[in-house]
Nanobody, 126 residues
Framework: QVQLVESGGRLVQAGDSLRVSCTAS????????MGWFRQAPGKEREFVAA????????YYADSVKGRFTISRDNAKNTVYLQMNSLKPEDTAVYYC???????????????????WGQGTQVTVSS
């Protein structure tokens, strides 16, 4: 099992940029695809972005495509989500998650992720 800790969430204004991070400990981080999800008040958790174990493949939700970038630094056991041109509708708790199975291509179904962080709050004011 891998332990995940997110950080970097805060209050920003619409149009601002923000980078959130997720640091892993435990099992071999570099062997697993990673994802970011978010959950706004009163809404279900939704997929945001995912990256393959090697970092060569990424996938984004349509709502963030062109604005958000997922990346990873396997030497630091960390995955990042760079968020640009933030909108009030991006307000949510952001969670990172690790794939259940090693060395798979990018996955987006939350049921395929076995480890989750506690989340970091991102609030975008208008």
């Amino acid at each position: 099992q891998v332990q995940l800790v997110e950080s970097g969430g805060r209050l920003v204004q619409a149009g601002d940029s923000l980078r959130v991070s997720c640091t892993a400990s435990g099992r071999t981080f570099r062997s697993y695809a990673m994802g970011w999800f978010r959950q706004a008040p009163g809404k279900e958790r939704e997929f945001v972005a995912a990256i393959s174990w090697g970092g060569g493949n990424t996938y984004y939700a349509d709502s963030v495509k062109g604005r958000f970038t997922i990346s990873r630094d396997n030497a630091k056991n960390t995955v990042y989500l760079q968020m640009n041109s933030l909108k009030p509708e991006d307000t949510a708790v952001y969670y990172c998650a690790a794939d259940k199975v090693p060395a798979r291509p990018v996955v987006t179904d939350p049921r395929e992720f076995g480890s989750w962080g506690q989340g970091t709050q991102v609030t975008v004011s208008s």
